[in-house]
Protein backbone atom coordinates (compact mmCIF):
# COMPACT_ATOMS: atom_id res chain seq x y z
CA UNK A 1 0.00 0.00 0.00
CA UNK A 2 1.28 3.94 -0.76
CA UNK A 3 1.67 5.80 1.82
CA UNK A 4 -1.94 7.47 1.61
CA UNK A 5 -3.49 4.65 1.75
CA UNK A 6 -2.23 3.38 4.48
CA UNK A 7 -3.47 6.19 6.41
CA UNK A 8 -7.04 6.07 5.17
CA UNK A 9 -6.90 2.63 6.45
CA UNK A 10 -5.57 3.91 9.81
CA UNK A 11 -8.97 6.58 9.58
CA UNK A 12 -11.32 3.31 8.62
CA UNK A 13 -9.80 1.96 11.53
CA UNK A 14 -9.77 4.99 14.08
CA UNK A 15 -13.89 4.90 12.54
CA UNK A 16 -14.34 1.75 13.70
CA UNK A 17 -12.87 2.23 17.46
CA UNK A 18 -15.36 5.28 17.43
CA UNK A 19 -18.55 3.53 16.51
CA UNK A 20 -17.52 0.52 18.85
CA UNK A 21 -17.14 3.30 21.58
CA UNK A 22 -20.11 5.25 21.15
CA UNK A 23 -22.64 2.68 20.69
CA UNK A 24 -25.95 5.26 21.51
CA UNK A 25 -24.97 6.83 18.51
CA UNK A 26 -24.32 3.72 16.37
CA UNK A 27 -26.27 0.81 17.61
CA UNK A 28 -24.57 -2.84 17.85
CA UNK A 29 -25.90 -5.03 15.08
CA UNK A 30 -28.48 -7.31 17.25
CA UNK A 31 -31.20 -9.12 15.55
CA UNK A 32 -31.88 -9.40 11.78
CA UNK A 33 -30.12 -6.92 9.69
CA UNK A 34 -33.50 -5.76 8.68
CA UNK A 35 -33.58 -4.22 12.06
CA UNK A 36 -30.66 -2.65 12.17
CA UNK A 37 -30.11 1.34 11.92
CA UNK A 38 -29.16 3.03 8.84
CA UNK A 39 -25.87 3.90 10.41
CA UNK A 40 -25.37 0.02 11.88
CA UNK A 41 -25.27 -0.55 8.46
CA UNK A 42 -23.04 1.69 7.12
CA UNK A 43 -20.74 0.72 9.39
CA UNK A 44 -20.98 -3.31 9.42
CA UNK A 45 -20.03 -2.63 5.19
CA UNK A 46 -17.42 -0.45 6.39
CA UNK A 47 -16.17 -3.80 8.53
CA UNK A 48 -16.50 -5.74 5.41
CA UNK A 49 -14.34 -3.36 3.73
CA UNK A 50 -11.43 -2.84 6.20
CA UNK A 51 -10.82 -6.52 6.29
CA UNK A 52 -10.81 -7.02 2.30
CA UNK A 53 -8.19 -4.23 2.10
CA UNK A 54 -6.39 -5.57 5.36
CA UNK A 55 -6.05 -9.03 3.61
CA UNK A 56 -5.15 -7.15 0.34
CA UNK A 57 -2.33 -5.65 1.52
CA UNK A 58 -1.03 -8.50 2.73
CA UNK A 59 -1.27 -10.27 -0.65
CA UNK A 60 0.49 -7.33 -1.77
CA UNK A 61 3.55 -7.54 0.34
CA UNK A 62 3.64 -11.11 0.07
CA UNK A 63 3.32 -11.01 -4.06
CA UNK A 64 5.37 -8.34 -4.41
CA UNK A 65 8.29 -10.56 -2.81
CA UNK A 66 7.55 -13.78 -4.84
CA UNK A 67 7.61 -11.85 -8.39
CA UNK A 68 11.22 -10.93 -7.50
CA UNK A 69 14.21 -13.36 -9.06
CA UNK A 70 15.79 -13.55 -5.41
CA UNK A 71 11.86 -15.61 -4.06
CA UNK A 72 12.36 -18.40 -6.72
CA UNK A 73 16.54 -18.52 -6.81
CA UNK A 74 15.78 -18.29 -10.50
CA UNK A 75 19.84 -16.79 -11.18
CA UNK A 76 20.92 -20.37 -9.73
CA UNK A 77 18.11 -21.95 -11.58
CA UNK A 78 19.55 -20.41 -14.89
CA UNK A 79 22.72 -21.55 -14.15
CA UNK A 80 21.88 -25.17 -13.67
CA UNK A 81 20.19 -25.13 -17.22
CA UNK A 82 23.31 -23.35 -19.03
CA UNK A 83 25.43 -25.83 -16.90
CA UNK A 84 23.51 -28.45 -18.27
CA UNK A 85 24.15 -27.09 -22.15
CA UNK A 86 27.82 -26.71 -21.36
CA UNK A 87 27.98 -30.48 -20.84
CA UNK A 88 26.78 -31.15 -24.47
CA UNK A 89 28.18 -27.98 -26.15
CA UNK A 90 32.01 -28.95 -25.19
CA UNK A 91 31.62 -32.61 -26.41
CA UNK A 92 29.63 -31.39 -29.31
CA UNK A 93 32.22 -28.73 -30.34
CA UNK A 94 35.22 -30.82 -29.99
CA UNK A 95 33.77 -33.37 -32.47
CA UNK A 96 32.26 -30.37 -35.01
CA UNK A 97 35.48 -31.59 -37.26
CA UNK A 98 34.42 -35.47 -37.52
CA UNK A 99 30.74 -35.21 -37.09
CA UNK A 100 28.85 -33.91 -39.88
CA UNK A 101 26.00 -30.82 -38.03
CA UNK A 102 27.04 -31.20 -34.57
CA UNK A 103 28.74 -27.90 -34.17
CA UNK A 104 25.34 -26.45 -34.66
CA UNK A 105 25.22 -27.40 -30.70
CA UNK A 106 26.45 -24.37 -29.30
CA UNK A 107 25.59 -22.06 -25.87
CA UNK A 108 23.60 -19.54 -26.04
CA UNK A 109 24.62 -15.68 -25.57
CA UNK A 110 25.01 -15.29 -21.67
CA UNK A 111 22.68 -12.05 -21.80
CA UNK A 112 20.12 -13.48 -22.90
CA UNK A 113 16.72 -13.32 -20.53
CA UNK A 114 14.91 -16.20 -18.94
CA UNK A 115 12.87 -16.55 -22.07
CA UNK A 116 15.43 -16.53 -24.15
CA UNK A 117 17.22 -19.09 -22.44
CA UNK A 118 14.24 -21.83 -22.29
CA UNK A 119 13.77 -21.54 -25.89
CA UNK A 120 17.58 -21.98 -26.64
CA UNK A 121 17.80 -24.52 -24.01
CA UNK A 122 14.76 -26.81 -25.29
CA UNK A 123 16.33 -26.42 -29.12
CA UNK A 124 19.81 -27.89 -27.82
CA UNK A 125 17.58 -31.02 -25.91
CA UNK A 126 16.12 -31.23 -29.21
CA UNK A 127 19.40 -31.24 -31.40
CA UNK A 128 21.03 -32.98 -29.23
CA UNK A 129 18.98 -36.14 -28.99
CA UNK A 130 19.51 -37.12 -32.58
CA UNK A 131 23.17 -36.96 -31.52
CA UNK A 132 22.96 -38.71 -27.96
CA UNK A 133 24.62 -42.23 -29.08
CA UNK A 134 28.04 -40.17 -30.09
CA UNK A 135 27.34 -37.43 -27.59
CA UNK A 136 27.31 -40.33 -24.83
CA UNK A 137 30.22 -42.12 -26.40
CA UNK A 138 32.54 -39.56 -26.66
CA UNK A 139 31.92 -39.36 -22.76
CA UNK A 140 28.79 -37.33 -22.08
CA UNK A 141 26.68 -38.93 -19.28
CA UNK A 142 23.70 -40.88 -20.30
CA UNK A 143 20.72 -38.88 -18.18
CA UNK A 144 22.69 -35.22 -19.42
CA UNK A 145 19.73 -34.93 -21.65
CA UNK A 146 17.10 -35.61 -19.17
CA UNK A 147 18.83 -33.38 -16.78
CA UNK A 148 18.67 -31.03 -19.10
CA UNK A 149 14.99 -30.86 -19.39
CA UNK A 150 14.41 -31.12 -16.13
CA UNK A 151 16.33 -28.06 -15.64
CA UNK A 152 14.08 -26.52 -18.46
CA UNK A 153 11.06 -27.29 -16.96
CA UNK A 154 12.30 -25.98 -13.25
CA UNK A 155 13.39 -22.81 -14.73
CA UNK A 156 10.04 -22.60 -16.91
CA UNK A 157 7.91 -22.94 -13.40
CA UNK A 158 9.96 -20.14 -11.79
CA UNK A 159 9.08 -18.04 -14.50
CA UNK A 160 5.35 -19.14 -14.52
CA UNK A 161 5.24 -18.43 -10.58
CA UNK A 162 6.69 -15.01 -10.87
CA UNK A 163 4.06 -13.75 -13.47
CA UNK A 164 1.45 -15.23 -11.50
CA UNK A 165 2.89 -13.25 -8.28
CA UNK A 166 2.72 -10.27 -10.44
CA UNK A 167 -0.83 -11.02 -11.56
CA UNK A 168 -2.00 -11.65 -8.24
CA UNK A 169 -0.20 -8.50 -6.99
CA UNK A 170 -1.75 -6.19 -9.85
CA UNK A 171 -5.00 -7.86 -8.43
CA UNK A 172 -4.61 -6.66 -4.78
CA UNK A 173 -3.68 -3.44 -6.27
CA UNK A 174 -6.60 -2.71 -7.32
CA UNK A 175 -8.67 -4.22 -4.74
CA UNK A 176 -7.06 -1.70 -2.16
CA UNK A 177 -7.96 1.23 -4.88
CA UNK A 178 -11.61 0.45 -5.23
CA UNK A 179 -12.39 -0.75 -1.63
CA UNK A 180 -10.88 2.56 -0.08
CA UNK A 181 -13.01 4.73 -2.57
CA UNK A 182 -15.65 2.91 -1.38
CA UNK A 183 -15.12 2.82 1.96
CA UNK A 184 -14.80 6.59 1.97
CA UNK A 185 -18.03 7.08 0.20
CA UNK A 186 -19.47 5.24 3.15
CA UNK A 187 -18.03 6.98 6.14
CA UNK A 188 -18.70 10.11 4.33
CA UNK A 189 -22.31 9.19 4.53
CA UNK A 190 -21.92 8.15 8.27
CA UNK A 191 -20.40 11.69 9.01
CA UNK A 192 -24.02 13.61 7.84
CA UNK A 193 -25.65 11.37 9.95
CA UNK A 194 -23.45 11.63 13.14
CA UNK A 195 -22.48 15.44 12.93
CA UNK A 196 -26.21 15.91 13.12
CA UNK A 197 -26.71 13.64 16.26
CA UNK A 198 -23.67 15.64 17.87
CA UNK A 199 -24.29 19.23 16.65
CA UNK A 200 -25.17 20.07 20.23
CA UNK A 201 -22.20 18.16 21.71
CA UNK A 202 -19.43 19.96 20.55
CA UNK A 203 -16.86 17.55 22.33
CA UNK A 204 -18.19 14.78 20.97
CA UNK A 205 -18.55 16.09 17.64
CA UNK A 206 -14.79 17.26 17.41
CA UNK A 207 -13.76 13.64 18.27
CA UNK A 208 -15.84 12.28 15.40
CA UNK A 209 -14.56 14.31 13.44
CA UNK A 210 -10.85 13.71 14.55
CA UNK A 211 -11.52 9.88 14.31
CA UNK A 212 -12.34 9.94 10.79
CA UNK A 213 -10.24 12.36 9.22
CA UNK A 214 -7.08 11.09 7.19
CA UNK A 215 -3.59 12.65 8.43
CA UNK A 216 -1.38 14.49 6.79
CA UNK A 217 1.79 13.06 6.20
CA UNK A 218 4.56 14.21 8.48
CA UNK A 219 8.20 15.33 8.53
CA UNK A 220 10.30 12.63 8.02
CA UNK A 221 12.59 12.05 11.32
CA UNK A 222 15.82 13.77 11.31
CA UNK A 223 14.96 16.05 8.64
CA UNK A 224 15.92 19.63 10.02
CA UNK A 225 14.09 22.27 12.12
CA UNK A 226 12.81 25.21 10.73
CA UNK A 227 15.17 28.19 11.24
CA UNK A 228 13.21 31.12 12.45
CA UNK A 229 14.94 34.50 11.31
CA UNK A 230 14.76 37.53 13.23
CA UNK A 231 13.90 40.75 11.60
CA UNK A 232 15.64 42.66 14.49
CA UNK A 233 19.30 41.45 15.31
CA UNK A 234 19.65 39.71 18.77
CA UNK A 235 22.09 42.36 19.96
CA UNK A 236 20.10 45.20 19.02
CA UNK A 237 17.32 43.32 20.89
CA UNK A 238 19.58 43.00 24.29
CA UNK A 239 20.79 46.58 23.85
CA UNK A 240 16.73 47.57 23.62
CA UNK A 241 15.91 45.35 26.61
CA UNK A 242 18.74 46.87 28.98
CA UNK A 243 17.91 50.73 28.14
CA UNK A 244 14.27 49.26 28.63
CA UNK A 245 15.16 48.15 32.13
CA UNK A 246 17.06 51.35 33.00
CA UNK A 247 14.72 53.74 32.35
CA UNK A 248 12.24 51.42 34.12
CA UNK A 249 14.79 51.98 37.69
CA UNK A 250 15.07 55.36 36.87
CA UNK A 251 11.34 55.93 37.02
CA UNK A 252 11.22 53.97 40.27
Known amino acids: MQS???????SLRRVQSWCVANPELVPAPVGPSTAWSP?????DVVNTIVAELTEAAATQHVKRAQATLGATSEHNLRGNVR???????QIAQALRKTV??????????RQLAAEGLLKAAAGLGKMASTYEPVLIEHGLAQDTLAQLGTAVTTLQSSVDARGSARAAQVSATKTVKVNLDLARQYVQLMDAAISRKTETDAAKLAEWKNAKRVTVKGVPAGAPSPVITLST???QLQSAAGSTSTSAVQAA
Open 100 to 109: PGIGTLKMPD
Open 83 to 89: REMKAVT
Open 39 to 43: LTRQL
Open 4 to 10: REQRVLQ
Open 233 to 235: PAT
